[in-house]
């Protein structure tokens, strides 16, 4: 987690334009009619599918584990600070999106599709005229608001058990972008070989989203759109400044990148205190859980037990607990070790 302290994400747009400039890629699929749900996980492993809302997980296995789901629905609720990637892809890109969440509907059998998306009126007015099939449901616009759990909790009108996942009660989640990209590949016949992303550098004013080439490096998309990176001042941030992490130059974008970030050293906040005992990480957690007793566990490598696997399955690493935490510490990279045990 990169908690910014000085940035004002506030002063951002809305609704962005969805520009690239890069060539656009080669159709190589004829593209696709009719699903077949029989076959249709093939065509998502042969286009590259993963989970472009962070996850990475195989589509073809969700797709097949979410077979007579009675609904899909589309998460666009992005609300980490900085990003605003999900809405321009449900703008710019309704053809495509649509495409993806009819046809990945279809393959599991659902009859209805939802549109989540973050409580905004003159975004629900727009979305009504571009997706007038589907449902448009809103959600808090508080991070992290679209995590799969939280949508669960308000579709069902309850906590879901631990552990329990959305197909339980008929519900097929899938990220906007994925949907994208299905929605890509069968009208147009292009693999997944584009990743949508928010690309900017606040202290120069420079905020875009664009569709950049998977593999490409950052840097090379640093030169092409001329901004100032110094290594020296500033540090890069992969999908997002809760969830993500800090990466060089060098490294690749990905199929799973939702942002570059491109921040000021001394605007992220690093300098870690004792604990205090506050409570404030358990209180600000949005699932009730207690970070610091977790973290406590695992660094004394005490991670046995019902109760501490329970709520370490429940974590999903949003990080809301470490920018809640008043002395800087850390939590979230103690429970994604605590994940690692379980
Ligand atoms: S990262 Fe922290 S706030 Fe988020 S779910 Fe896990 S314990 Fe709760
Ligand atoms: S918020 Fe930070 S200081 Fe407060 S109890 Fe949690 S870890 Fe300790």
Same mark, same amino acid.
């Given at each position: ?15 962005? @334009? ?39 997980? #195989? ?14 629905? /589309? ?14 892809? *449900? ?10 969440? @009819?046809?990945?509907? #279809? ?44 949508? $669960? ?36 016949? /292009? ?7 928010? $690309? ?12 950049? !080439?998977?593999?490409?490096?950052? #840097? ?6 001329? *901004? ?12 997002? @400044? ?9 490294? !690749? /974008?990905?199929?799973?990148? *939702?942002?570059?970030?491109? *921040? ?18 358990? @209180? ?59």
């Amino acid at each position: 987690m990169l908690r910014t302290i000085k940035t004002d994400w506030n002063i951002l747009a809305d609704f962005q @334009t969805l520009e690239t400039p890069f060539p656009r890629p080669e159709r190589i699929y004829p593209g696709l009619d009719t699903i077949d749900p029989a076959t249709f996980p093939d065509f998502l492993d042969e286009i590259g599918l993963v989970g472009m809302g962070g996850s990475g997980f #195989q589509t073809s296995e969700k797709i097949k584990a979410n077979i007579g789901s009675h609904t899909l629905v /589309i998460n666009g609720i992005e609300c980490e600070p900085g990003i605003s990637i999900d809405k321009s892809v *449900l703008l710019n890109d309704s053809l495509w999106v649509a495409a993806g969440a @009819t046809a990945c509907a #279809q393959a599991v059998g659902a009859s209805k599709v939802i549109l989540a998306v973050q409580h905004n009126p003159d975004l629900v007015t727009e979305l009504n005229k571009l997706y007038g099939e589907f449902e448009v449901l809103t959600f808090s616009d508080k991070y992290p608001a679209g995590a799969e759990k939280l949508i $669960l909790k308000k579709l069902i009108g309850k906590w879901p058990a631990p552990g329990a996942r959305p197909h339980k009660f008929g519900f097929l989640i899938q990220n906007v972008v994925s949907l994208r990209a299905v929605g890509r590949a069968l009208v147009d016949g /292009i693999p997944v070989v584009e990743r949508p992303l928010t $690309l900017a550098m606040p202290s120069t004013g420079f905020y875009q989203n664009i569709i950049a !080439p998977v593999g490409i490096s950052v #840097q090379e998309l640093l030169e092409i759109y001329k *901004l100032p990176y110094d290594p020296a001042i500033h540090i890069i941030s992969d999908s997002g @400044t809760m969830m993500g992490k800090e990466v060089p130059a060098s490294a !690749p /974008i990905e199929k799973t990148t *939702l942002s570059i970030l491109i *921040l000021k050293r001394d605007d992220v906040f690093r300098n870690e205190r004792p604990c205090t005992r506050c409570g404030a990480c358990n @209180t600000a957690c949005p699932l009730g859980l207690h970070p610091f007793t977790l973290t406590e566990r695992i660094r004394k490598n005490k991670t046995e037990g019902p109760a501490f696997k329970a709520q370490m399955t429940e974590c999903f690493l949003c990080g809301v607990c470490s920018a809640a935490c008043p002395s800087g510490i850390p939590l979230v990279q103690s429970l994604e070790k605590g994940k690692a045990c379980l």
